[in-house]
């Protein structure tokens, strides 16, 4: 089951969060697994705001230590729409997908754009 999880996004500036996930007080070694989080406008939206994986750069891991951390340029936050949106990170090991993270993703509006 995935843990909820609501984070805040200021348009036009670098979105990055960072995480640790831990089995009881071990890491989770993440070598071999690929990240993806996506975030839709609402749930069953077809369109996508962003996704940000490790296949793009916009997630990098530190596998022997379970960190995961999420950055997404201002140069794509700068399109953002501020509203309330919903988004979820999944984990693949090649031979499994969970997903670690859901919730809300809000973003609030820029009164200055670069």
């Given at each position: 089951m995935s843990a909820k999880y609501n984070l805040v996004c200021e348009q036009a500036t670098?979105?990055?969060f960072q995480f640790q996930i831990k089995n009881?007080?071990?890491p989770w070694n993440l070598t071999n697994y690929s990240v993806e989080m996506t975030?839709?406008?609402f749930m069953g939206a077809t369109t996508t705001t962003v996704v940000a994986s490790t296949d793009n750069g916009y997630i990098t891991l530190d596998p022997t230590q379970g960190r995961v951390t999420v950055n997404i340029p201002y140069g794509i936050t700068e399109d953002f729409v501020p509203s309330r949106q919903v988004y979820d990170l999944i984990f693949d090991s090649g031979t499994e997908i969970t997903r670690i993270l859901e919730g809300t993703f809000v973003v609030t509006?820029?009164?200055t754009l670069p």
């Open positions: 670098t979105f990055e009881d007080t071990t975030v839709r406008p509006q820029a009164v």
